[in-house]
């Protein structure tokens, strides 16, 4: 089964700190994603990486940015948090070849309160 | 106008009934259509996949897709309690693999 974890499951923050969170996927998956998901606008893609060391903005990306330095590892960084940034995000990875081709498989989530 | 539209609900039925969640989208590109079953504080999780147009079935679940009238649905038979969850219906085109969600549907499905 591929599995996706998230650093943490629940994490306060004050504005203004800088904030890691990481994805780690078990299945060699080339492609990883950042969301938020916030209600009422659903899943906005942040930042995606479609190999080691590339990234490419989605819709959000204003505020965040992300590292990418090993293929299962994907790190979501809040340079400045915000209280607009109080979310929960999701990562998610996606296999490209095999019976599970184009399936997006996600972690559980982090919930992000910024005080 | 949005390129994925869904019904937010809530939409509560009792249980045994048949539910139908629907999702309209404006992008005829689209060729891969998802259902997420997301439970509360927890990521969303694939129930179904289709390529293309037609229907698929598994267990309980049948997706349709509807490429003419640009409309997806899920149809979930004899719902459960254990149902009851947000169900997010995804899309992406050839070439991508980028999707774009609808809102979501709460689903609550009453003992």
Known sequence: DVKVTQSSRYLVKRTGEKVFLECVQDMDHENMFWYRQDPGLGLRLIYFSYDVKMKEKGDIPEGYSVSREKKERFSLILESASTNQTSMYLCASIATSGSSYNEQFFGPGTRLTVL | ?111
């Open chain 2, 1 to 111: 106008q949005k390129e994925v539209e869904q019904d937010p609900g809530p939409l509560s039925v009792p249980e045994g009934a048949i539910v139908s969640l629907n999702c309209t989208y404006s992008n005829s590109a689209f060729q891969y259509f998802m259902w997420y079953r997301q439970y509360s504080r927890k990521g969303p999780e694939l129930l179904m996949y289709t390529y293309s147009s037609g229907n698929k079935e598994d267990g309980r679940f049948t997706a349709q897709v509807d490429k003419s009238s640009k409309y997806i649905s899920l149809f979930i038979r004899d719902s459960q309690p254990s149902d009851s969850a947000t169900y997010l219906c995804a899309m992406s085109t050839s070439g991508t693999y980028k999707y774009i969600f609808g809102t979501g549907t709460r689903l609550k499905v009453l003992a």
